[in-house]
């Protein structure tokens, strides 16, 4: 039985649905961003969950590893991708791996 898919976090719902014309300009600037990356997806993706779990912003690690995973990314390198900014950020990136490894697990195929 497969998992629900993950949502994006509520408090970015509420800037989707609150604020339409800001959130417009960002997705657009995010794609435009998205676009000219040198970077493959799969790479991007493990980047992305580094950024979110140094920054502490564990709300979006479930929808973001689901992004990883479809690009290719194993277990194990969603776990180097949230473990990789201990050094410079901290312990307070260990907090990103329960989330991390559940939405991971979770998700069939």
Excluded at 36 to 42: G, W
């Amino acid at each position: 039985m497969m998992a629900s898919e993950p949502t994006v976090s509520n408090a970015f719902q509420m800037f989707l649905s609150q604020a339409p014309r800001e959130s417009q300009a960002w997705m657009r600037m995010v794609k435009e961003l998205d676009v000219s990356s040198a970077l493959d997806e799969k790479t991007k993706a493990l980047a992305y969950l580094a950024v979110l779990a140094s920054l502490r912003m564990t709300s979006g690690i479930p929808f973001h590893v689901l992004g990883a995973k479809r690009a290719g990314a194993t277990r194990q390198e969603v776990v180097g991708a949230i473990l990789v900014g201990l050094p410079a950020a901290g312990h307070g990136v260990t907090q990103a791996l329960p989330d991390a490894l559940a939405a991971y697990d979770e998700q069939c195929g």
